[in-house]
């Protein structure tokens, strides 16, 4: 539960810009850092300087992608810095690593366009389908009121003439709740013989090819009474 701290509008852009100006700042520090203690002559440890600045610079294309250019803003001034650096002390092997600062700077760049984009995408996607799914829980809703509201006895089957839901009319016609008629067959509802439930399991059948059937047979109530209904049988989608 949250509590609120302010009445006025929150100034997103403001403390955007403050994040980055931050993270820019952050950047630049270690930037100077490695240029500060940029061991000059000794190849191996300015490698591994390199390659822990690099290893850094690959964290933030995760831990700074909410936004899309704090990555960049970040890694820019530390890997440039460097790669000034090694331009500057001159030699074959500085040049390269001067080369490679650049490479990594670039590729990093991308990556973490490439996560910012990934990020914000299945954040829009789970925020789409949040709202899909709220509009189809009004739909449900809707569909459930109204076929609740229907007086005349209306009640869905399975290819195999299984009950699978029914309105507050069957429940009526048939003196039972809702829950006693769930998974009922047709030899539970008819109370003739094997023609009419053969005729049952042919009318399921036609009208799942698309062809509407109607026919009347005597049904059971929950009391075991019988009565006389006509059934129409109309293909849906469940």
């Not at 799942?208 to 009474?225: C, N, P, V, Y």
Request: hydrophobic share 45%.
């Amino acid at each position: 539960r949250f509590t609120r701290v302010r009445s006025e509008q929150f100034n997103a852009n403001l403390w955007k810009n403050v994040y980055l100006l931050q993270v820019f700042a952050s950047g630049i520090s270690w930037g100077l850092s490695s240029v500060l203690i940029y061991p000059a002559g000794d190849h191996a440890l300015a490698s591994m300087l390199l390659l822990m600045i690099a290893g850094l610079s690959a964290a933030t294309t995760v831990s700074h992608s909410s936004l899309r250019w704090a990555p960049a803003a970040w890694m820019t001034p530390v890997l440039l810095s460097l790669a000034v650096r090694c331009f500057i002390a001159g030699g074959e092997n500085e040049d390269i690593l001067g080369i490679l600062s650049l490479i990594y700077l670039f590729a990093l760049i991308g990556l973490s366009l490439n996560n910012h984009a990934a990020i914000t995408s299945s954040i829009a996607v789970r925020f789409e389908n949040l709202k899909l799914l709220g509009e189809v829980r009004e739909s449900e809703a809707g569909y459930r009121n109204l076929f609740s509201s229907i007086n005349d006895a209306i009640y869905i089957l399975d290819e195999n003439g299984r009950l699978l839901d029914a309105n507050k009319g069957a429940e009526t016609m048939y003196g039972c709740g809702r829950a006693s008629l769930l998974g009922r067959t047709p030899d539970m509802r008819v109370a003739t013989g094997l023609s009419v439930l053969a005729d049952v399991s042919g009318a399921i059948k036609k009208s799942l090819k698309g062809e509407s059937q109607l026919i009347e047979f005597s049904g059971i109530r929950a009391d075991g009474t019988s009565f006389p209904q006509e059934v129409r049988f109309v293909p849906a989608t469940y």
